[in-house]
């Protein structure tokens, strides 16, 4: 006796959520104060007109010496003086046998921008990281291969604009949309929009498309598209971004976060009911398994991969 259980298979989309109260949009009067001490403290007394954070673990596939080799370039397209202006905060480990020693990847690169680079190493609570989300003009994470993105989903509650490589489980917080306008929904056919089928998204995010795509993995996970996008496409980005002035910049980003609310759902408490709907539909849907199974050993099947190596 045999029986396919997998047929049909029950899937439930059930995205990332965070608290809107924690990650929000810095406006109180009480609160700005503090959010322009915290920047006096970062800043000293160089005035700052244009500032990028990054926040992620040091690792290899997180890119950051391509992240910030893309800000070089965005750099060395401005005038000298306005260049000076502009900063980048890594809140990082500054060195990690999983990544590399950005420290020495600074030197390399920044010996004519000395206080373009800050490292943030210490942990943060809550209010501490919704602070440089806010001090932030654009949230940056140019990951090759991820499955989600949690600091996008943070800076976009925090009303802060993304750019983000187009890959993985960050591609669906820039509202791609298909051919119908809607939310494009991967499909056997089409599983990811890394090869830019889709161009139309959402107002608050600032694509890079992969420039190569290689196919990687592991025992666990035999394998993933490795999407790489290329440092000068990131920077063009970056100047986007820059050439937008700052009530423009708070508007694209409250868009994100209006929009994170509603049809995306990215909130804890959506993320709670969308599980709990999910698991009621499996016990609603359940059929206990028989106290035994005979299986015929010699009857084997190939592995089937359910949707195409799309390239």
């Known amino acids: ?30 609160e700005v104060k503090e959010l322009n001490d915290l920047k006096t403290h970062l800043f000293g ?9 990054f926040n992620s673990r040091n690792i290899r596939r997180k890119q950051i010496p391509d992240t910030m080799f893309a ?28 990544g590399t020693n950005l420290e020495i990847v600074r030197k390399m690169l920044f010996s004519d921008y000395p206080n373009a680079i800050l490292f943030s190493t210490n942990k943060l609570d809550n209010k501490q990281l919704n602070q440089l989300y806010n001090i932030a003009d654009v949230q940056i994470l140019l990951t ?52 830019g089928a889709f161009k139309n998204h959402g107002v608050w995010a600032f694509p890079v498309f992969p420039s190569n795509r290689s196919l990687q993995g592991s025992p666990k996970t035999p394998y993933i598209w490795d999407d ?24 694209l980003g409250k868009q994100g976060r209006y929009w994170a609310l509603n049809e995306a759902g990215f909130t804890s408490a959506i993320m709670g009911e969308r599980v709990i709907l999910a698991i009621d539909q ?29 390239y």
């Not at 996008?152 to 983000?164: D, K, N, Q, R």
């Not at 996008?229 to 910049?249: G, H, P, Q, W």
């Open 1 to 30: 006796m045999s029986k396919n259980r997998s047929n049909p298979i029950l899937l439930s989309y059930c995205p990332h959520g965070l608290n809107e109260n924690i990650y929000y949009p810095i406006e109180k009067d009480d």
């Open 45 to 53: 007394e160089n005035k700052i007109d244009f500032t990028i954070f």
């Open 71 to 98: 800000f070089k370039i965005f750099l060395d397209t401005l005038p000298k003086e306005k260049a000076n202006k502009c900063a980048m905060i890594l809140h990082t480990e500054i060195v990690s046998d999983h």
């Open 144 to 195: 090759s291969n991820e499955g989600w993105g949690l600091s996008l989903t943070e800076a976009m509650l925090a009303g802060t604009p993304i750019i983000a490589n187009v890959t993985g489980g960050m591609q669906d917080q820039m509202r791609f949309e298909d051919n119908y306008g809607e939310w494009f929904t991967p499909t056997p056919e089409l599983p990811s929009n890394h090869t």
């Open 228 to 251: 790489r996008c290329n440092a000068e496409d990131a920077a063009l980005r970056i100047s986007e971004v820059y050439d937008l002035d700052k009530e423009t910049r708070d508007f």
């Open 282 to 310: 499996l016990f609603n849907t359940w059929i206990p398994r028989e106290k035994y199974e005979l299986i015929n050993v010699n009857d084997v099947k190939e592995d089937i991969i359910n949707h195409k190596l799309v």
